[in-house]
C-alpha cells in the first residue's frame, strides 16, 4: 500500500466521519483546520482508522498526531511491521 | 444492528412527522456520542428524539434547582447516567470505615433524585445501572467482605432494584445485563476512555440506546403483545408430518435440549401475559398431537391462545390470528426456522417484528434473548390470566356465528358489569390499560399510578373502572374512564376500552353509567374530544355513533335530550 493510497483511504475516512464530503484532505491538514473536528471526533476518526486499515494505535500515539500526514506515517510503518 | 456511524447519519434525515419525545440526559461522564447515537436510534423507531444534555457533571444542580435548564426543558423523560467509574472514584476516597454503607448512601442519593425530580415534574425516571467490574484489590474473597468495591457495587445495583421496585416512576435500564452479555472487553475502549471521558465503546453505544429506547418505547405503549411461533425445526427438530410424535427432537433425542430452552421461554413470556400463537404449514390433527401426549413437550394445548396449522400461505394465517386477537401488528414477534416464511411475512406485514435467526438453533435462544423484544413496563395478576381469555374468545366468536341477530346475541351472553372507582386493588391495572391501550382510546393520555391515585382525590375528578362477566368467565377490567367537571358538565378526559369486548355493547353500557354520574353531580352535558393517533382511528366516530353532537370542535351530549339504550348488560355496582 502506497503513501498515495493510504493518504486517499485516510481522506475518505475523515470525510465521513467529520461529516463534510467537500472537505480536502492533504497531509497538513490537521484537527485546527477543521470545524467540526474536535477531541471527540478525533477518537472516532482514529479508531475508524484502525477498523479499515486492521491495525491498533497506542494512546501516546493517538494525542501525538499533529497533522495527518503524520497519522499516515504511522499507518505506514504499522503495515511494514505487519 | 447499525453501527455508531450509521446511527450518526440518521440525524441529517428529515423526522418532521414523527412522534416527538423529549428526553433529558444527565450524566457525569461524556454525553456527546451517546446523544448522538440515541437520537439517530430513536429516529428507527419513528421518534423525533428531541434531547437536553446536562453541561458536563451537572447532574445534582439540574436536578435540584427548580429554575435550571433541565425544569425548563420540562422532559417526558430523564436520564440519569451516573458512570461506574465516577462510582469507583468516589468509593476510593470513601473512608475505609466507610466504604461498608457506600451502596445505601448511594441509593438515599439516587432517591432524593428521583423525588427532586418528579415532584416538580411529571417525568419518567430512567436510571443506567452500573456495568460490573473488578477493582483488582480482594480477588473472589471480595465477596466476603463487606466493604470492598465488588461488594458495595453489587449492593448497589441490587438496592437500585428495590427502589425502582417501589416507586412508579423509576425505571431501571439494565445496563449491567446487557454489559455482561456484550463482554467488557467489547463494551469499553479504555484508549477512548483515557482521552475524552467517553467511557463506552463506540460500538457499544448502538446495544446501550436500544436498551433505553426500549424502555421509552414500552412506557408509550409499544409493547409486544403476542409471540408467534411456527413448529417443524422451531419448536421441535425434525417434521413431525414426516418423522411422527416419536421421533421429533425433543429431550434427550437429538438436538431436544435447545428446543426445550426456547419452549421454556416462551411458557415463562406466557405466564408474564404474552400471548401465544401458533402458524404451521402443517395438518392440524397432526400439529397438535405432540401438545397432547409428547411427554418432553413443555408447551400445552392450553398455552397457547390460537392454534393455527394449515396449508395457507402464514401471512393470511398471521392475518387471521390479529383478527382474533384485536391487536396491532406491530405488537406481534414471529420466529420461524425458515428464512423464505420469514422473508415472505416481513414482505407482507412489514409491521410484524420478525427476528433473523442464526444458522445453528442453538444460538437462537441467546440471539433473541439479546433482542429484548418483550420490553414492559408493567405486570399484574390478570396478566397470567389473559391467555384463557382469549382461548374463551375464541368459542365465544364460534358461537357468534351461531346468531343471525346481533341482540339476541348479545342477551344470550348474560352479561354482568361492575363499577368501581379507582382502588388501590385495579389501580395497577388502569395504569396498565391508560400506557397500552392504543386502538380504542379517545385522547390517549397516558397516567402512571402515582397520577391516577391523585385524581381519585381530585373533587373535580370522576373515575371509572368497568369490568365484566359473562357466561364463559371473567373478562375482568375492560374499560376507563376519567371525568373532569368543566363548566356546566363533564370533560371526558379519559375513555378507553379493551378491544376484547368490541361489540358487547359495553360503551353504551358506560355511557349510560357515566351519565348517571353526572347527572347525580348536578351536570347537564358530557363533553367528548377525539385526539387521533396513528392507531385509534377505530374510535373516530365514537361520540357521533353514542348519540353526541359536533360542538365547537369537541363533541357533547345534552344529558337533557339523552335515552339510555337498551342495557345488554345488567350492572353491579360497589358500594
Redesign the interface.
Known amino acids: 500500500m502506497t503513501a498515495e493510497t493510504i493518504l486517499a483511504d485516510v481522506g475518505r475516512i475523515v470525510r465521513?466521519?467529520l461529516?463534510n464530503e467537500d472537505l480536502v484532505v492533504v497531509r497538513s491538514t490537521s484537527a485546527k483546520d477543521v470545524l467540526e473536528w474536535d477531541?471527540?471526533s478525533h477518537?472516532?476518526l482514529v479508531?475508524?482508522v484502525e477498523r479499515f486499515f486492521k491495525i491498533r494505535?497506542?494512546?501516546s500515539e493517538?494525542?501525538s498526531f499533529s497533522n495527518v500526514g503524520e497519522m499516515c506515517d504511522a499507518i505506514e510503518a504499522k503495515l511494514k511491521s505487519i | 444492528m447499525k453501527s455508531?456511524?450509521e446511527l450518526?447519519?440518521n440525524l441529517?434525515r428529515d423526522a418532521s412527522g414523527m412522534a416527538k419525545v423529549r428526553l433529558a440526559v444527565l450524566a457525569d461522564s461524556?454525553s456527546?456520542?451517546f446523544v448522538q447515537a440515541i437520537r439517530g436510534a430513536a429516529f428507527d423507531r419513528h421518534i423525533a428524539l428531541e434531547v437536553f444534555e446536562a453541561p458536563y457533571s451537572q447532574i445534582d444542580a439540574q436536578i435540584l434547582d427548580p429554575t435550571s435548564e433541565l425544569h425548563a426543558f420540562q422532559p417526558e423523560f430523564t436520564l440519569i447516567w451516573h458512570a461506574g467509574e465516577r462510582l469507583l472514584e468516589r468509593f476510593q476516597t470513601t473512608p475505609l470505615r466507610e466504604r461498608a454503607q457506600f451502596a445505601e448512601q448511594k441509593i438515599a442519593h439516587v432517591a432524593d433524585l428521583v423525588t427532586a425530580l418528579t415532584e416538580r415534574m411529571a417525568t419518567t425516571v430512567l436510571y443506567l445501572n452500573v456495568a460490573e467490574f473488578d477493582d483488582g484489590v480482594f480477588g473472589s474473597y471480595a465477596n466476603k467482605v463487606a466493604h470492598s468495591w465488588p461488594f458495595q457495587l453489587r449492593r448497589f445495583n441490587y438496592r437500585l432494584m428495590e427502589l425502582a421496585s417501589e416507586r412508579a416512576d423509576l425505571f431501571i435500564v439494565d445496563l449491567a445485563m446487557v454489559a455482561a452479555d456484550f463482554g467488557r472487553s467489547f463494551a469499553h475502549?479504555?484508549?477512548?476512555a483515557?482521552?475524552?471521558e467517553?467511557l463506552f465503546s463506540?460500538d457499544f453505544l448502538p446495544v446501550m440506546v436500544d436498551r433505553v429506547l426500549d424502555v421509552v418505547d414500552a412506557r408509550r405503549g409499544r409493547i409486544r403483545k403476542c409471540l408467534i411461533l411456527d413448529l417443524d425445526n422451531t419448536l421441535w427438530g425434525g417434521v413431525i408430518g414426516d418423522d411422527g410424535v416419536e421421533n421429533i427432537e425433543l429431550g434427550a433425542l437429538g438436538a431436544g435440549h435447545v428446543f426445550d430452552e426456547l419452549q421454556s421461554w416462551a411458557r415463562a413470556l406466557k405466564e408474564r401475559g404474552v400471548l401465544l400463537a401458533v402458524c404451521s404449514k402443517n395438518d392440524e390433527r397432526i400439529a397438535s398431537e405432540p401438545f397432547i401426549r409428547h411427554p418432553d413437550m413443555t408447551l400445552r394445548l392450553e398455552d397457547i391462545a390460537v392454534f393455527v396449522a394449515n396449508w395457507e400461505n402464514k401471512a393470511d394465517n398471521i392475518r387471521h390470528i390479529q383478527s382474533i386477537l384485536d391487536i396491532g401488528f406491530d405488537s406481534m414477534v414471529f420466529v420461524d426456522d425458515n428464512p423464505a416464511e420469514r422473508a415472505i411475512v416481513r414482505m407482507e406485514l412489514p409491521d410484524v417484528i420478525v427476528p433473523e435467526l442464526p444458522d445453528d438453533p442453538a444460538d437462537w435462544l441467546p440471539a433473541l434473548r439479546r433482542m429484548n423484544l418483550f420490553e414492559t413496563t408493567g405486570f399484574t395478576e390478570q396478566d397470567a390470566q389473559r391467555t384463557e381469555q382469549y382461548r374463551v374468545e375464541a368459542s365465544r366468536r364460534s358461537l357468534r356465528a351461531n346468531f343471525s341477530d346481533e341482540k339476541e346475541f348479545l342477551r344470550s351472553l348474560e352479561m354482568v358489569g361492575s363499577v368501581e372507582g379507582f382502588t388501590s386493588y385495579n389501580l395497577p391495572r388502569v395504569a396498565q390499560l391508560t400506557q397500552r391501550s392504543n386502538q380504542f382510546n379517545l385522547r390517549t393520555v397516558r397516567y402512571d399510578e402515582a397520577e391516577l391515585l391523585a385524581l381519585t382525590q381530585s373533587p373535580r375528578h370522576l373515575c371509572f373502572a368497568f369490568s365484566l362477566n359473562d357466561k364463559f368467565g371473567h373478562h375482568g377490567l375492560i374499560s376507563v374512564v376519567i371525568l373532569e367537571e368543566r363548566g356546566d358538565g363533564f370533560f371526558v378526559d379519559t375513555w378507553l376500552m379493551s378491544c376484547r369486548v368490541l361489540k358487547r355493547g359495553v360503551e353504551q353500557h358506560v355511557l349510560n353509567t357515566i351519565a348517571d354520574a353526572v347527572r347525580d353531580r348536578g351536570g347537564v352535558a358530557i363533553i367528548g374530544e377525539y385526539l387521533p393517533t396513528a392507531k385509534n382511528g377505530l374510535v373516530k366516530d365514537h361520540f357521533e355513533s353514542l348519540g353526541f353532537v359536533a360542538h365547537n370542535g369537541l363533541w357533547r351530549l345534552d344529558l337533557s335530550a339523552f335515552m339510555p339504550s337498551e342495557p345488554f348488560i345488567r350492572t353491579h355496582t360497589f358500594a
Open positions: 465521513d466521519v461529516d477531541s471527540l477518537v472516532q479508531v475508524a494505535f497506542a494512546s493517538i494525542v | 455508531f456511524r450518526q447519519r441529517k461524556s456527546q456520542h475502549d479504555r484508549r477512548v483515557a482521552m475524552t467517553l463506540f
